[in-house]
Each structure stands twice: as C-alpha cells, then as structure tokens.
C-alpha cells in the first residue's frame, strides 16, 4: 500500500486567513456576534480582525508574531505563502477544492488577506487590539471575551506541544472567556491527517473541571478529516 502523503511543517507557519474562512471553520454569525467582544489566538497575519470590526464586532488578536514591525510581517508573510503554495503543488490531490478551487487562487486569497492585515497593523491604534502573546500565557483579565477563537495552532502541532501544553493553553483560552462564552478550535487534526492522539483525554479533563465540550460539523471541508471543530462552553460556575 502506498503510504499516505502528508503536509510537512517544521516549526509554527503564519498563517493569513480571511473573516470568510473564520465563518467556515468556526460556523460563525456574523449578526450575533455584532456588539460582542471576540479573541482570536494565534491568528497570525489574518484580516479576521479587521474584516470583524467592519461588521461590528469587537475583535482583537493575540499572537508572538506581533513583537515584529509591519515591515517584517509582510516580508515573513509572502515568503510563506510561497512556501504553502509550493508545498501544496505536490499535494493537490489530497485536498478539497470545492471553496478555494485551485492552489493560485488559495495564494491570491493569502495575499489578499496579508494586505488587509499589514495596513490594519501598521495603523496608528494597532496596538490597542493586537497584542503580543504567547500560549499558555495571556495578557487579559478573566472573562474579557464573549467568544475566543484559536485556528490552525492547537492539535495540529500535537508533535511539537505535548498534553500537558494543549490542557494549559486551554485552560488559559477559557480564563479570558466570559462565563457562559465559548472557546471554539479548528481543527482537530494533526499534519498526519489524524485526530489529535489526546483528544478523549482532553474532553474527560474539562469536563471534570466543568466545562462542556462538544465536536460540531465545520463548513470548510479542505483538509482531510478536517469535518469538525471543538466547541468549549466556559461554566457560568467556573
């Protein structure tokens, strides 16, 4: 049997995706979220936050990335959109194109997305809604947020962060998270294309601390295996 051909990834890519990708992966409403206080963790150079202030919505964004300068972001960022889009070339087969349709466009897409986000950082009040952070540590009081976000970071680099990090980084997502907010994570898969080995462990952990947490159907069917997210509701109790 030929064996399966996987993403290889050495090291955290940034990633640069768009507010459309966000509602897919996460299953977002917009209309509901208009109003709400919302965090995206480890977001990268996307323009979620930008694209979510334009419809109303109080979004910020924590990652490392952002002890860097705009200059130096947009620099990182085309680099490793050209990195993906090669890597991708000898996969293709192994993806969905169903809502990127083919691998230039999924570059453009990026592209497109880098932009939106450099000139938002590189704007004068940037500072006041990316903030430079990194897991499992966070610059926000308790229950800050009314929703908190985390794409393409937790479960995915199951090989570099052990159990022990996913359930700190969690357990922190949820401090800043309102009582009765969620804490949503897409996706569940590693680069293998497999769920995360530590999946059940994770789900009997918080629920032991009072948490519900439930697997939903995602609406962003790329990557194999990548149909759900995670969905952590914060105890009013917790």
């Known amino acids: ?14 990633t640069s995706r768009s507010y459309v990708e966000y509602e897919k992966m996460f299953v977002l409403d917009s209309k509901h979220l208009q109003g709400k206080r919302v965090l995206d963790v480890a977001g990268g150079a996307s323009s979620f936050t930008v694209e979510a202030r334009e419809k109303g919505i109080f979004a910020e964004a924590a990652d490392p990335l952002y002890s860097k300068s ?14 993906v889009a090669s890597k991708m070339e000898k996969l293709v087969e192994v993806y969905n194109w169903e809502f990127y349709g083919s691998v230039e466009q999924h570059k453009a897409a990026r592209v497109e997305s880098l932009t939106r986000f450099t000139e938002d950082y590189a704007s004068r009040d940037s500072a006041s809604r990316y903030h ?8 926000f009081p308790d229950g800050a947020f009314d929703l908190v976000l985390c794409s393409h ?8 962060f052990d159990d022990a ?10 401090r800043v998270c309102k009582p009765g907010g969620e804490l949503r994570i897409y996706p569940l898969l590693n680069f293998h294309t497999n769920e995360y080995a530590g999946m059940q462990k994770l789900l009997d952990e918080l629920t032991l601390l009072g948490h519900l947490a439930v697997k939903k159907d995602a609406d962003l069917p790329f990557l194999p295996n990548s149909q759900h997210y995670l969905v952590i509701d914060k105890s009013i109790c917790a």
């Open 1 to 14: 049997m030929e064996p399966k051909r996987v993403y290889e990834q050495a090291g955290v890519a940034m």
């Open 70 to 83: 705009p200059e130096e972001i947009a620099r990182h960022g085309r680099d490793e959109i050209e990195i």
């Open 132 to 139: 430079r952070a990194l897991l499992p540590e966070l610059p």
């Open 153 to 160: 970071f937790l479960f995915l680099y199951e090989e570099q």
């Open 165 to 174: 990090f996913h359930l700190a980084a969690i357990q922190e997502l949820l």
